[in-house]
């Protein structure tokens, strides 16, 4: 097995890393395709992720973080390795179990939002409520209670495209936290904002995160967003290379930056 | 989840239009030509269908269709007259002969003579009058819808032929006494009826002249159990009204080829309509794949997508048909006016919709396909 790297050791004294264990995944890895062309995404990682932590996966691209948040997420098999879920191990639940397992306990927050265009801002919320056979007056109802908490209340009955690129992504956070989940994904939750609106969604992000001891995974490529992470986890080539405290990443970028 | 699919379907109007376009475009194309081919290959059974007093027809076992002269001896009315269960038989005569109307109007003519006694195998539906029309002599009865077209008198300014007036069969005197109305053939050429006698004295001599003979079978008795007494006695082919449909329909596909050029043409109409479909309902779930696939991870389940993604076949394919098919039909009614040939069966419709359903819900879930196995890529990246 390649060397491995465990984001548990080098963690900060945080208070949160005496939390439980949200994600704990050992010696992942993932190797798409065979033979020649194979691509070897996962190279033995390690990885943990406590209750209410706030854990961003950064590195340059095709080093494996989409792969990991998959795997983490399910909706990934890992090759080898062993993964937690809080307290699932997703190849044992089998894929009908992880997909309902998911429903129940995994949030997403995508890069392009992913909201149905044609759906009402109440209507792409109340989807995952759907999903889990929430009846769909009372999953409305969830959802506009949602949306007034990210401050779009009065735009329930709006379709996507009217809102900016930090409106939607917030309705996409609201859609992701509608059914109360355990474990947020998010994938590159800010790049397709400019600097202010992602630093409100993020802002928003942990104050959810902090409130409802919502473990999240976050990947990303923005550092001006660093400072919202508890630990930041670089990857490059498959493996989790360095780990360290928001805060502490944010200081070495600076510090680099006044060099050059 | 299913309002959720259909939202998804028509929220975008311009999108759901064209769709909806695409698929109306397809049911039109595939059940219009279908109806088209059903229409012309039963027309050539028309002169066999229309001749409703027969229960079995008696002719040479060589007669490959319902135009083909290959004539019986007189004796063969008499033998098959004498064969247990045949109520009655009589003679018909039909035949391809040359005609002159008035004006100097040449023309081939289907010239059919029935039973002087009984008039069996006259028209049906005769106006102002009935088959006895037909005893004055020298008497013909012609289809009204020829009078104005395939009978008119072209080289006299195309002026309709009218009751009373002369033409030349083969050389010989006939009058128009009555008209008919009969249905659209396969065979071009303007049908008239006579009598048996008088159809052989326009006929060119000839040692055989009997083309059939039609049989009505004894109340009680079993058609076939009568078709084979004839065979078995008399050596020639007696054939039910369907079969010889059938026979007639089967030669003119085989060997005119002009069946399967034109069932070359209809099959190709039906493969653009079902690609017209797939390609449709593929481009649209392809569109949709990311919110699809964002679905999948949010943990809907693969029957709950295959259920979305059905939802959507079934409700723009029902009605795409309704418009295509409806569409079809009036044109079918601007066809029915004319001789041309359309027959909308509902086997059409059920094909239509069937062959629709199968290839829309086929070509939307081999585009579902990455989202039902769950990419992280397509997840992810959209």
């Known amino acids: 097995m390649d060397t491995t790297n465990t984001v548990a050791a080098s963690a900060t004294a945080s208070s949160k890393l005496d939390r439980p264990v949200a994600v704990h995944c050992k010696g992942i890895t993932k190797t798409y395709g065979e033979g020649q062309s194979a691509v070897r995404a996962l190279r033995g990682v390690d990885v943990e ?54 429903a129940k306990n995994v949030g997403f927050v995508f890069q392009s939002f992913n909201l149905i265009p044609t759906l009402t801002l109440a209507e792409n919320v109340a989807v995952p409520l759907l999903i889990n056979n929430v009846k769909r007056s009372e999953a409305l109802d969830r959802a506009r209670e949602m949306l007034e908490k990210v401050g779009l209340g009065t735009r329930t009955k709006d379709i996507p495209s009217r809102l900016s690129g930090g409106q939607q992504q917030r309705v996409a956070i ?12 998010c994938d590159e939750p800010t790049s397709a904002l400019d ?66 | ?88 038989a009589v003679p018909l005569y039909k035949g391809f002969l040359k005609a002159q109307l008035a004006d100097g109007t040449r023309t081939s003519v289907i010239v059919v003579g029935v039973d002087d006694a009984t008039l069996q195998g006259a028209p049906a539906r005769i106006n102002d009058g009935d088959a006895t029309l037909l005893r004055q002599d020298p ?20 002026k309709p032929m009218q009751l009373g007036d002369h033409l030349s069969i083969n050389d010989h005197d006939a009058v128009v006494v009555g008209t008919y109305h009969g249905s659209p053939s396969f065979f071009w050429d303007p049908t008239l009826y006579t009598t048996y006698s008088r159809a052989l004295q326009f006929a060119p001599r000839e040692r055989r002249l009997m083309s059939f003979v039609l049989v009505k079978v004894a109340a009680g008795e079993d058609v076939l159990a009568v078709k084979r007494r004839i065979e078995e006695i008399t050596g020639y082919a007696a054939r039910t009204p369907v079969d010889f449909e059938n026979v007639t329909k089967a030669y003119i596909l085989k060997s005119t080829g002009i069946l399967i050029n034109f069932g070359i043409a209809v099959g190709l109409g039906f493969v653009i309509g079902m690609i017209v479909t797939g390609q449709t309902f593929f481009n649209f779930t392809l569109d949709n794949l990311r919110y699809f696939a964002a679905l999948k991870a949010m943990g809907a389940s693969s029957g709950m997508l295959i259920r979305m993604v059905l939802s959507q076949v079934l409700s723009v394919t029902w009605l795409s048909f309704g418009l295509g098919v409806g569409i079809a039909a009036i044109f079918g009614a601007f066809l029915a006016k004319t001789d041309l040939a359309f027959l909308m069966k509902w086997q059409v419709l059920a094909l239509t919709i069937g062959m629709m359903l199968v290839v829309g819900v086929l070509a939307a879930l081999i585009s579902l396909i990455k989202v039902l196995r769950l990419e992280a890529g397509v997840v992810f990246k959209g």
């Open chain 1, 195 to 260: 600097h202010a609106t992602g630093q409100k969604v993020m802002e928003l992000l942990r104050d959810v995160a902090a409130g409802n001891d919502l473990s999240l995974v976050v990947v990303t490529h923005d550092a001006r967003i660093f400072e919202f992470a508890d630990r930041i986890a670089e990857m490059d080539d498959g493996r989790i290379v360095k780990v360290s405290t928001g805060k502490g990443h944010q200081h070495a970028a600076h510090e680099l930056s006044a060099e050059k």
């Open chain 1, 49 to 102: 992720v406590r209750t209410g932590e706030l854990l961003m996966l950064v590195g340059p691209s095709g080093c494996g973080k989409t792969t990991l948040i998959s795997v983490i997420a399910g909706v990934l098999d890992r090759d080898e390795g062993e993964c937690e879920v809080l307290g699932q191990d997703f190849k044992k639940l089998g894929p009908a179990g992880t997909t309902r397992f998911r």
């Open chain 2, 139 to 158: 008497g013909i009865i012609i289809d009204d819808r020829d009078m104005g077209t395939k009978l008119a008198y072209k080289r006299a300014g195309g």
């Open chain 2, 1 to 88: 989840m299913i309002r959720i699919a259909i939202k998804m379907l028509m929220g975008d109007k311009l999108k759901y239009l064209g769709l909806l376009a695409g698929m109306a475009f397809a049911a039109m194309m595939i059940s219009q030509q279908m109806s088209i081919f059903l229409g012309l290959s039963s027309q050539t059974g028309t002169f066999i269908r229309e001749m409703t007093s027969a229960d079995l027809w008696v002719m040479d076992p060589q007669v490959r269709f319902s135009e083909d002269n290959i004539a019986l001896p007189d004796t063969a009315l008499q033998r098959v007259r004498s064969i247990e269960g045949v109520e009655n």
């Open chain 1, 174 to 185: 609201s859609r992701a936290l509608v059914h109360h989940p355990k474990l947020l994904v």
